[in-house]
Protein backbone atom coordinates (compact mmCIF):
# COMPACT_ATOMS: atom_id res chain seq x y z
CA UNK A 1 0.00 0.00 0.00
CA UNK A 2 1.51 3.28 -1.07
CA UNK A 3 -0.72 5.39 -0.36
CA UNK A 4 0.43 9.24 0.76
CA UNK A 5 0.22 9.88 4.59
CA UNK A 6 -2.34 13.33 3.46
CA UNK A 7 -4.29 10.39 1.13
CA UNK A 8 -4.91 7.74 3.88
CA UNK A 9 -6.06 10.80 6.18
CA UNK A 10 -8.73 12.25 3.98
CA UNK A 11 -10.01 9.04 3.09
CA UNK A 12 -10.47 8.02 7.00
CA UNK A 13 -11.78 11.56 7.76
CA UNK A 14 -14.70 11.03 4.37
CA UNK A 15 -14.59 7.28 5.11
CA UNK A 16 -16.40 7.83 8.57
CA UNK A 17 -18.54 10.96 7.85
CA UNK A 18 -20.26 9.24 5.06
CA UNK A 19 -23.77 7.56 5.11
CA UNK A 20 -22.16 4.63 4.34
CA UNK A 21 -20.48 4.09 7.65
CA UNK A 22 -23.39 4.73 9.48
CA UNK A 23 -25.43 2.06 7.71
CA UNK A 24 -22.92 -0.38 8.02
CA UNK A 25 -21.41 0.31 11.58
CA UNK A 26 -24.10 2.34 13.48
CA UNK A 27 -23.66 5.39 16.06
CA UNK A 28 -20.23 3.35 17.17
CA UNK A 29 -17.48 3.06 15.23
CA UNK A 30 -15.68 0.20 17.20
CA UNK A 31 -16.21 -3.54 18.30
CA UNK A 32 -17.85 -3.63 21.44
CA UNK A 33 -20.31 -0.71 21.10
CA UNK A 34 -21.49 1.70 23.74
CA UNK A 35 -21.12 -1.58 26.44
CA UNK A 36 -17.45 -1.87 25.84
CA UNK A 37 -16.99 2.05 26.79
CA UNK A 38 -18.34 1.61 29.76
CA UNK A 39 -16.21 -0.73 30.69
CA UNK A 40 -13.10 1.52 29.45
CA UNK A 41 -14.62 4.31 30.62
CA UNK A 42 -14.74 2.96 34.51
CA UNK A 43 -10.96 2.04 33.92
CA UNK A 44 -10.37 6.09 33.40
CA UNK A 45 -11.61 6.84 36.80
CA UNK A 46 -14.33 9.05 38.03
CA UNK A 47 -13.30 12.27 38.61
CA UNK A 48 -16.39 14.87 38.61
CA UNK A 49 -15.65 18.32 36.68
CA UNK A 50 -12.21 17.01 35.32
CA UNK A 51 -12.28 17.00 31.25
CA UNK A 52 -11.78 14.24 29.49
CA UNK A 53 -10.14 14.17 25.66
CA UNK A 54 -11.66 12.06 23.61
CA UNK A 55 -9.38 11.63 20.25
CA UNK A 56 -11.12 10.58 16.80
CA UNK A 57 -14.34 10.99 18.77
CA UNK A 58 -15.67 10.16 15.23
CA UNK A 59 -19.62 11.43 15.65
CA UNK A 60 -19.25 11.99 19.50
CA UNK A 61 -21.19 9.15 20.90
CA UNK A 62 -18.78 7.94 23.14
CA UNK A 63 -17.48 11.74 24.19
CA UNK A 64 -21.63 12.04 24.75
CA UNK A 65 -21.55 8.66 27.02
CA UNK A 66 -18.19 9.76 28.95
CA UNK A 67 -20.43 13.11 30.40
CA UNK A 68 -23.19 10.91 31.04
CA UNK A 69 -21.27 8.03 32.90
CA UNK A 70 -18.62 10.16 34.22
CA UNK A 71 -20.42 13.26 34.84
CA UNK A 72 -17.52 15.58 33.66
CA UNK A 73 -16.88 18.21 30.59
CA UNK A 74 -15.51 16.53 27.15
CA UNK A 75 -13.23 17.62 24.57
CA UNK A 76 -13.52 15.36 21.64
CA UNK A 77 -11.21 15.49 18.92
CA UNK A 78 -11.74 14.77 14.92
CA UNK A 79 -10.20 15.20 11.43
CA UNK A 80 -13.38 14.94 9.47
CA UNK A 81 -15.71 18.78 10.06
CA UNK A 82 -19.14 17.24 9.41
CA UNK A 83 -17.89 14.31 11.97
CA UNK A 84 -17.48 17.31 14.58
CA UNK A 85 -20.48 19.57 13.28
CA UNK A 86 -22.86 16.45 13.82
CA UNK A 87 -21.53 15.50 17.09
CA UNK A 88 -21.85 18.97 18.54
CA UNK A 89 -25.89 18.77 17.27
CA UNK A 90 -26.21 15.74 18.87
CA UNK A 91 -24.55 17.19 22.24
CA UNK A 92 -26.92 20.17 21.76
CA UNK A 93 -29.95 17.56 21.40
CA UNK A 94 -28.77 15.16 24.40
CA UNK A 95 -28.46 18.84 26.45
CA UNK A 96 -25.05 18.01 27.25
CA UNK A 97 -23.35 20.96 24.95
CA UNK A 98 -22.55 22.78 28.15
CA UNK A 99 -20.04 20.06 29.07
CA UNK A 100 -19.29 18.71 25.67
CA UNK A 101 -17.58 20.44 22.75
CA UNK A 102 -15.48 19.20 19.40
CA UNK A 103 -12.70 20.44 17.74
CA UNK A 104 -11.30 19.62 14.00
CA UNK A 105 -7.78 18.80 14.57
CA UNK A 106 -5.18 15.99 13.77
CA UNK A 107 -4.30 13.35 16.40
CA UNK A 108 -0.57 13.37 15.31
CA UNK A 109 -0.86 17.43 16.18
CA UNK A 110 -3.90 18.25 19.00
CA UNK A 111 -5.11 21.16 18.95
CA UNK A 112 -4.89 21.51 22.90
CA UNK A 113 -2.43 23.17 25.07
CA UNK A 114 0.42 20.99 26.86
CA UNK A 115 -0.18 19.09 30.45
CA UNK A 116 -3.73 20.62 30.76
CA UNK A 117 -6.18 17.47 30.82
CA UNK A 118 -6.91 14.67 33.13
CA UNK A 119 -8.01 11.83 31.15
CA UNK A 120 -7.59 10.55 27.78
CA UNK A 121 -9.58 8.02 25.57
CA UNK A 122 -8.82 7.00 22.12
CA UNK A 123 -10.91 4.30 20.59
CA UNK A 124 -10.50 2.29 17.48
CA UNK A 125 -8.45 4.70 15.43
CA UNK A 126 -4.60 4.89 16.26
CA UNK A 127 -4.45 2.27 13.52
CA UNK A 128 -5.49 4.53 10.66
CA UNK A 129 -3.04 7.30 12.14
CA UNK A 130 -0.08 7.40 9.51
CA UNK A 131 2.06 8.70 12.19
CA UNK A 132 1.93 6.41 15.00
CA UNK A 133 5.01 7.75 17.11
CA UNK A 134 3.60 11.17 16.69
CA UNK A 135 0.11 10.49 18.07
CA UNK A 136 1.71 8.64 21.11
CA UNK A 137 3.86 12.12 22.00
CA UNK A 138 0.83 13.99 21.69
CA UNK A 139 -1.33 11.87 23.44
CA UNK A 140 1.57 11.69 26.17
CA UNK A 141 1.78 15.63 25.70
CA UNK A 142 -1.10 16.83 26.88
CA UNK A 143 -1.63 14.51 29.63
CA UNK A 144 -1.12 16.23 33.16
CA UNK A 145 1.45 13.44 34.63
CA UNK A 146 -0.21 10.45 36.64
CA UNK A 147 -3.44 10.93 34.42
CA UNK A 148 -4.95 7.82 32.79
CA UNK A 149 -5.33 6.95 29.40
CA UNK A 150 -7.39 4.24 27.37
CA UNK A 151 -6.26 3.38 24.42
CA UNK A 152 -8.37 0.90 22.45
CA UNK A 153 -7.43 -0.43 18.95
CA UNK A 154 -7.75 -2.77 16.67
CA UNK A 155 -4.15 -5.18 16.72
CA UNK A 156 -2.92 -7.06 14.14
CA UNK A 157 0.41 -9.34 12.84
CA UNK A 158 0.74 -7.41 10.28
CA UNK A 159 3.71 -9.64 8.51
CA UNK A 160 0.65 -12.16 8.57
CA UNK A 161 -2.17 -10.33 6.93
CA UNK A 162 -3.23 -11.90 3.36
CA UNK A 163 -3.25 -9.03 0.66
CA UNK A 164 -6.93 -7.97 0.65
CA UNK A 165 -6.04 -6.77 3.97
CA UNK A 166 -3.07 -4.66 3.09
CA UNK A 167 -5.22 -1.94 0.51
CA UNK A 168 -6.09 1.85 1.00
CA UNK A 169 -9.49 0.54 1.68
CA UNK A 170 -8.15 -2.24 4.61
CA UNK A 171 -6.25 0.88 6.16
CA UNK A 172 -9.27 3.11 6.16
CA UNK A 173 -11.14 0.12 7.69
CA UNK A 174 -8.57 -0.23 10.66
CA UNK A 175 -6.90 -3.13 9.20
CA UNK A 176 -3.76 -2.32 6.75
CA UNK A 177 -1.85 -0.42 9.71
CA UNK A 178 -2.95 -2.43 12.94
CA UNK A 179 0.18 -3.06 15.12
CA UNK A 180 0.42 -5.93 17.42
CA UNK A 181 -0.47 -4.96 21.06
CA UNK A 182 2.96 -5.40 22.13
CA UNK A 183 4.45 -2.83 19.40
CA UNK A 184 1.52 -0.19 20.75
CA UNK A 185 2.54 -0.78 24.33
CA UNK A 186 5.95 -0.12 23.51
CA UNK A 187 4.95 2.95 21.42
CA UNK A 188 3.25 4.24 24.50
CA UNK A 189 6.22 3.64 26.63
CA UNK A 190 8.38 5.61 24.63
CA UNK A 191 5.92 8.51 24.68
CA UNK A 192 6.63 8.62 28.53
CA UNK A 193 3.98 6.48 29.16
CA UNK A 194 3.61 3.81 32.05
CA UNK A 195 1.35 0.59 31.17
CA UNK A 196 -0.73 -0.71 33.78
CA UNK A 197 -2.95 -3.38 32.20
CA UNK A 198 -4.39 -4.60 29.02
CA UNK A 199 -7.58 -6.58 28.03
CA UNK A 200 -8.70 -8.47 24.47
CA UNK A 201 -11.62 -7.89 23.31
CA UNK A 202 -11.42 -10.08 20.18
CA UNK A 203 -15.15 -11.29 20.50
CA UNK A 204 -16.36 -7.54 19.99
CA UNK A 205 -14.25 -7.73 16.85
CA UNK A 206 -15.89 -10.73 15.18
CA UNK A 207 -19.74 -9.73 16.40
CA UNK A 208 -18.48 -6.29 14.75
CA UNK A 209 -17.69 -8.43 11.45
CA UNK A 210 -20.83 -10.48 11.37
CA UNK A 211 -22.89 -7.34 11.97
CA UNK A 212 -20.90 -5.54 8.80
CA UNK A 213 -21.25 -8.38 7.19
CA UNK A 214 -25.53 -9.07 7.81
CA UNK A 215 -25.90 -4.88 6.45
CA UNK A 216 -23.31 -5.73 3.56
CA UNK A 217 -25.92 -8.95 2.39
CA UNK A 218 -28.99 -6.38 3.13
CA UNK A 219 -27.44 -4.13 0.71
CA UNK A 220 -26.51 -6.87 -1.76
CA UNK A 221 -30.37 -7.81 -1.96
CA UNK A 222 -31.98 -4.32 -1.62
CA UNK A 223 -29.09 -2.58 -3.34
CA UNK A 224 -29.34 0.96 -1.25
CA UNK A 225 -27.74 3.77 -3.12
CA UNK A 226 -26.07 4.36 -0.04
CA UNK A 227 -22.84 1.79 -0.63
CA UNK A 228 -22.59 2.29 -4.65
CA UNK A 229 -20.90 -0.43 -5.81
CA UNK A 230 -18.77 -1.57 -2.21
CA UNK A 231 -20.63 -4.27 -1.74
CA UNK A 232 -18.17 -7.12 -3.46
CA UNK A 233 -14.98 -5.62 -1.75
CA UNK A 234 -16.60 -5.00 1.91
CA UNK A 235 -17.38 -8.58 1.84
CA UNK A 236 -14.56 -9.56 0.46
CA UNK A 237 -12.68 -7.26 3.29
CA UNK A 238 -14.86 -9.04 6.01
CA UNK A 239 -14.71 -12.61 4.65
CA UNK A 240 -10.49 -11.96 4.98
CA UNK A 241 -10.54 -10.30 8.45
CA UNK A 242 -12.85 -13.38 9.24
CA UNK A 243 -10.09 -15.36 8.81
CA UNK A 244 -7.21 -13.39 10.39
CA UNK A 245 -9.12 -13.33 13.19
CA UNK A 246 -9.76 -17.04 13.71
CA UNK A 247 -5.94 -17.29 12.96
CA UNK A 248 -5.23 -15.05 16.07
CA UNK A 249 -3.17 -12.73 13.63
CA UNK A 250 -6.65 -9.90 13.75
CA UNK A 251 -7.93 -8.68 17.38
CA UNK A 252 -9.32 -5.63 19.60
CA UNK A 253 -7.53 -4.82 22.36
CA UNK A 254 -7.26 -2.32 24.85
CA UNK A 255 -4.77 -0.63 26.88
CA UNK A 256 -4.79 1.14 30.52
CA UNK A 257 -1.56 3.53 30.95
CA UNK A 258 -0.67 6.38 33.08
CA UNK A 259 1.39 9.19 32.26
CA UNK A 260 4.76 9.19 33.80
C1 LIG B 1 -12.92 3.92 13.33
S1 LIG B 1 -13.37 5.60 13.60
C2 LIG B 1 -13.52 5.67 15.39
C3 LIG B 1 -14.37 6.85 15.84
C4 LIG B 1 -14.70 6.89 17.33
N1 LIG B 1 -13.51 6.89 18.15
C5 LIG B 1 -15.57 5.71 17.68
O1 LIG B 1 -15.04 4.76 18.28
O2 LIG B 1 -16.77 5.72 17.36
C6 LIG B 1 -11.84 6.45 13.34
C7 LIG B 1 -12.02 7.96 13.44
O3 LIG B 1 -10.73 8.58 13.40
C8 LIG B 1 -10.85 9.79 12.68
N2 LIG B 1 -9.50 10.14 12.25
C9 LIG B 1 -8.73 9.51 11.32
N3 LIG B 1 -7.51 10.08 11.26
C10 LIG B 1 -7.50 11.08 12.18
C11 LIG B 1 -6.51 12.00 12.60
N4 LIG B 1 -5.29 12.01 12.04
N5 LIG B 1 -6.82 12.87 13.59
C12 LIG B 1 -8.07 12.87 14.16
N6 LIG B 1 -9.05 12.01 13.78
C13 LIG B 1 -8.78 11.13 12.81
C14 LIG B 1 -11.79 9.43 11.55
O4 LIG B 1 -12.33 10.59 10.92
C15 LIG B 1 -12.84 8.60 12.30
O5 LIG B 1 -13.84 9.41 12.85
Redesign the pocket.
Do not use: W
Given at each position: MTAAPVE??SC??A???SAA?RFL?G????PGGSQL?SKLIRQLGAESGSTVV??????G??ARQLARELGCHVVG????PP?VAGAAEAAAEAGLSGRVRFLV????ALPLADCQHGRR?????L????DKEA?ACELARVLRPGARLVL?DIVAEPDRLPHELRSLAAWVA?VADARPVTELSGLLERAGFVIESVGRHDGALARLLDRVDARLRTAALVGPDVLGDGVDEGRELVHAAREALSEGNLGYASILARRA
Open positions: VKCAAYSALDSFHTDVASGLTSVELSSGDAELCECACTFPAAC
